[in-house]
C-alpha cells in the first residue's frame, strides 16, 4: 500500500463547476500537507499549505484536512479552463522529505 | 536567476550510455532536492543536498545514480548504464534552508532511454 493515495483520474468538467479532488494517507505522523498544481511541462507549484484540521481559504480553493480520518481534499470554486492541470497532493512529518500522491489530472471545458 | 532552472529539457539516449543532468537552485538556496515523476506515478523523493553535503541519499533508486553538489549552488545528477526503466522526468527543487518551507521545482529534464 502506498503512503499516499489518490485518484489519478482523469477529471473533466464545465467551467464553473466545483472539482473536488482528495488524497488519502496512512502514516499518522504526517503534520503539514500541501497540494500543488503542474501545468503540463512544467514543474510543480506550491497552490496551498496547511498543518492542522480544518478548512482553509485562498480565493477559489479550499484545502481540507480531516487527520482523524487521514483525509485530506482541495476545492476549486468557479473552476475556470485556466485550472486545467494536474493536481498533486503532498504531506510531510515536518522535515523536507515530501511525500505525494500521484496526481490527478483536471481538465475544465469552456 | 528567478526560479530554479534544469537542463537539458529533454533527453534521448540509448539503452547502456551515461547522462547527466544539470540543476541550477534559485540563488541563496542551501537546499537542493532531486525527485524523479514516472508516468502515473507521484514524485519520487532521490535525494536531498544541505550546502554540498548529501544528508540523505535514500531515495537513489540503484549505484546507478549518484548525484554531486558544488559550490552550494548547482547540482548534477548521474544515471550510468542507463536502462529502459529509467525514463521518466527528473525534477529538481529547492528551498531557503532544507525543512518543512516551501520547495520551489523545476521545469524537469524529460528522459527517455531506447
Known amino acids: 500500500q502506498k503512503e499516499v493515495e489518490q485518484d489519478p483520474g482523469p477529471l473533466s468538467v464545465p467551467e464553473g463547476a466545483i472539482v473536488s479532488l482528495n488524497c488519502t494517507y496512512s502514516n499518522s505522523a504526517f503534520q503539514y500537507f500541501m497540494w500543488y498544481r503542474q501545468y503540463s511541462r512544467k514543474g510543480p507549484e506550491l497552490l496551498m499549505y496547511?498543518?492542522?484540521?480544518g478548512n482553509k481559504e485562498d480565493g477559489r480553493f479550499t484545502a481540507q484536512v480531516d487527520k482523524s480520518s487521514k483525509y485530506i481534499s482541495l476545492f476549486i470554486r468557479d473552476s475556470q479552463p485556466s485550472d486545467s492541470a494536474t493536481y498533486l497532493c503532498a504531506m510531510s512529518v515536518g522535515d523536507y522529505k515530501l511525500s505525494f500522491g500521484a496526481g490527478t489530472t483536471v481538465t475544465v471545458r469552456a | 536567476g528567478a526560479g530554479v532552472s534544469q537542463s537539458p529539457s529533454n533527453k534521448v539516449t540509448e539503452k547502456g550510455k551515461d547522462v547527466e543532468l544539470r540543476c541550477d537552485p534559485i540563488?541563496?538556496?542551501?537546499?537542493l532536492y532531486w525527485y524523479r515523476q514516472s508516468l502515473g506515478q507521484g514524485l519520487e523523493f532521490l535525494i536531498y543536498f544541505q550546502g554540498n553535503s548529501a544528508p540523505d541519499k535514500s531515495g537513489l533508486p540503484s549505484d546507478r545514480f549518484s548525484a554531486e553538489r558544488t559550490g552550494g549552488s548547482v547540482s548534477t545528477l548521474t544515471i550510468q548504464r542507463t536502462q529502459q526503466e529509467d525514463s521518466a522526468v527528473y525534477l529538481c527543487a529547492s528551498s531557503l534552508v532544507g525543512g518543512e518551507e516551501t520547495q520551489y521545482f523545476g521545469p524537469g529534464t524529460r528522459l527517455l532511454v531506447l
Open positions: 540563488s541563496g538556496h542551501t537546499a
Open positions: 496547511t498543518y492542522s484540521s
